[in-house]
């Protein structure tokens, strides 16, 4: 009986440690699944905007801060808080300030009362926040408008209605920058917005 009782027992545990196997294998397959899904299912249109974009005020579905070219020029002041810092009939300019005393100033251009081309100038702290800048945004001006490529000093951009996007480094000695253009396909813009 003693016997019987010690094949039973290891039986029962057999079966319970295969179960156990079965179910963590089970387990880990639809943890897989789960993760290739996923990464599956995120595509360009995925942007995620957080810290340093965030701060910048950069949206998932618009060029700038909200405004896309081709908007209404007054989508410009209705979106941007605060007094332009200057404007007159081609352009408004705004300015954003960052709690570390970096600063961001984007010039709206316009034609015809529509956004034509936006300029922005990235005002940096040092050789790290500009190479930390460019970490954030490359990879989100990419999931916007596709690969990018060297060209005009920088890193190059071609959006899916022909428009350009531009990222480049303008430090010089100890003022660290970075300009960021946005320009119609064609490039057809005033001589001041390129």
Partial sequence: MNRYFTVVVS???LFSFDSCQ??????SQKGDSTT???SVTETATDIVTTGRLADLGLTTSSDWRGINLGDD???VKATEKGEAFESDATHSGYTVEFKNLESA?????QANQKVSAINVDLFLNSRQSVTDYQKDLAPYFTARYGASKPGNGGTVWTGPKGETIIL????KGK?????IKILPAGGAVTASAK
């Fill in 22 to 27: 079965n179910q963590q294998k089970a387990d």
């Fill in 168 to 171: 480049k480094d303008v430090s």
């Fill in 105 to 109: 100033d984007m010039l709206y251009y």
């Fill in 11 to 13: 039986f029962v545990l």
């Fill in 175 to 179: 003022d660290f920058g970075l300009k």
């Fill in 73 to 75: 020029f007054g989508k």
């Fill in 36 to 38: 290739v899904t996923s």
